[in-house]
């Protein structure tokens, strides 16, 4: 071995690549390296040269494709098949930005910017309130002290889309004031710190039901010790006798802590003690990264009316709790688990197969998803409207012609980084769900510019929101062509970003044409430039990802 390094050592310090190599058994260029023309060259100067050839002729390939793109536009132009557009008003006059506030968003403002001054929101309508919510959630107004404002007096619906302020006890003690019968939706946003499973047992006590797990009755044995303990002390002694005394102050840390978790429980008797079960019908969590299956088993268990459950970004949901929802809610209709990566392909189609009330579904960037996955779907859930399959790279388009063969009612799906989906899938589509209104296939490079064009002139009518983010040269002039044509009394959202063949003759005419287009995003688009941008006729229309 320390003879191979030494000749390897030489070969890189002297190369000669003609012959002058002798290797140890007197053979020339004994070297595996060397060898004359055909070597296998190696080291930096090497490895640098290939890499400039490799980008010059990348460079060279790219070149000859612009050329191609311009022949053959020039091409389709001279038989009339490229759109040709002119501005409606001077492209030099930039249009004016920013829109009339109205006087409810400006006290909208005022009372979300000064929430820690507000005392109480007792009489405004829930509506408003979850606004309020909203906005001091933008601002990251919400704490431990605004918290009681939006779970006191019994609300209907409670949103806090941001609770990474709110520490678990405050969560504990505010969720039996919301906890009634008159709640109808709960939403927890990055609720990750402050939703526990301790913090899921009050859903439990709220609806009068035993928690099967036995920590709940430890920790009101243990409260009640504590309460006793604290009454049979007696009275404070005066300073120099505490003086004489000496405490542990580890120990004294610990009593006080504990203190602290029993006193943030609920007090016994502030829930039915008869099982009453809770009347939610929405529970919306994102990022609850310490819930685990127990902990979302009692919210299910309390809440057996429940139709609407997302749980985003989850870690901690795997399997079992998905073989449990047909059994635990078994009404479900929206079911929501995307980025939960811990599910297994046998239990997501166990799942699915019993849930046949399902209307929407979203499992975006759930990779068990595929084929057999939808297939199940489709067997159950004929009445699906909605589907959410981002970052799911199994489905293939075999699973998406099964889905679109069950569910012919389907009205919005999201294709997006479903890189195997081509022409066929899209096929499937624009045969069977015409009812479709909302379809995203943002990076499906394998779909090609006649599919679209075919799918969008012949397929479901009506198409109101469409996503073709960089789906390549799929997106062009033909593609608007069919667009304007068939859906130009529908189109409301458009995202044609890094479609470098939509230029400004192709969004000028759909931004003219489609009346109700009220978004359009073309980020990674330098070919539009302030003729389209300031020249279309289109008020309503906002524009993102290029500037004027």
């Known amino acids: 071995m320390a003879d191979l390094a030494k000749r390897r050592a030489a070969h890189f310090a002297t190369f000669g690549g003609d012959g002058e190599d002798v290797d140890a058994e007197g053979a020339a260029g004994g070297n595996v390296h060397t060898g004359g023309d055909t070597a296998r060259s190696l080291g930096p100067w090497s490895s640098a040269r290939e890499l400039v050839e490799a980008r010059q002729r990348a460079a060279e390939e790219r070149g000859e494709r612009i050329l191609e793109e311009k022949r053959r536009l020039r091409m389709a132009a001279e038989a009339g098949d490229v759109l040709k557009w002119e501005p409606k008003r001077d492209p030099r006059t930039p249009r004016q930005t920013g829109d ?41 107004m919400l704490s431990p002290s605004s918290l009681p404002l939006f779970t006191a007096g019994a609300p209907a619906e409670v949103v806090l889309p941001n609770c990474t302020e709110i520490d678990p006890g405050t969560l504990i003690a505010a969720l039996p004031d919301c906890l009634t019968p008159r709640l109808r939706r709960l939403e927890l946003g990055f609720c990750g710190r ?42 404070k002694k005066d300073s120099d006798d505490d003086d004489d005394e000496s405490v542990d102050p580890d120990e ?57 459950l997302r749980a985003t970004d989850c870690p901690r949901i795997t399997g079992e709790i998905m073989r449990a929802l047909p059994s635990l809610v078994p009404r479900l209709r929206v079911l929501d688990v995307a980025g939960a990566g811990g599910i297994e392909n046998e239990a997501l189609v ?56 069950s569910c012919p009612g389907l009205r919005a ?58 789906v390549g040269p799929a997106a062009g002039h033909a593609c608007a062509q069919a667009l304007v044509a068939r859906h130009a009394r529908t189109l409301r959202e458009l995202d044609v970003s890094w479609c470098r063949g939509m230029d400004d003759a192709c969004l000028g005419t759909i931004a003219d044409a489609c009346g109700k287009l009220e978004h ?29």
């Open 252 to 308: 004294q840390l610990l009593r006080e802590q504990e203190a602290e978790r029993l006193a943030a429980l609920p007090p016994p008797g502030t829930f039915p003690s008869t099982p009453t079960p809770l009347g939610i019908e929405a529970i919306c969590l994102s990022g609850a990264y310490k819930l685990t299956e127990t902990g979302l088993k009692r919210i299910l268990r309390a809440c057996p009316n429940l139709v609407e």
């Open 413 to 470: 799906l999201t294709l997006d980084y479903v890189h195997q989906v081509s022409d066929e899938g899209l096929d499937a589509l624009a045969r069977s769900c015409r009812q479709l209104t909302s379809l995203s296939l943002g990076r499906c490079a394998r779909i090609t510019e006649v599919a679209l064009v075919r799918f969008l002139s012949e397929g479901p009518a009506g198409i109101e929101r469409l996503s073709l983010n960089h």
């Open 100 to 140: 009339i506030r109205s006087l409810f968003s400006m006290c909208l403002d005022i009372c979300a910017g000064f929430l820690d001054c507000v005392e109480s929101l007792y009489g405004i309508p829930d509506p408003v309130k979850v606004k309020i919510a909203r906005e001091a959630a933008r601002r990251r």
């Open 350 to 405: 166990e799942c699915l197969r019993g849930l046949t009330h399902l209307k929407h579904l979203g499992l975006s960037r759930v990779p068990s998803t595929d084929d057999s996955a939808l297939a199940a779907l489709a067997e159950a859930a004929h009445g699906l409207q909605s589907l959410d399959i981002t970052r799911c790279s199994a489905v293939t388009d075999t699973g998406i012609a099964a889905l679109a063969k």
């Open 194 to 235: 402050p939703l526990t499973d301790r913090a899921a047992s009050v859903f439990l006590s709220a609806a009068g039901l035993e928690d099967e797990d036995k920590d709940g009755k430890e920790d009101e044995a243990r409260r009640a010790a504590w309460m006793d303990n604290i009454d049979d002390q007696p009275a």
């Open 520 to 548: 359009l995003r073309m980020f990674g688009c330098p070919q539009v430039t302030p003729r389209m941008l300031n020249g279309h006729s289109n008020d309503g229309l906002r524009i993102t990802g290029v500037q004027a």
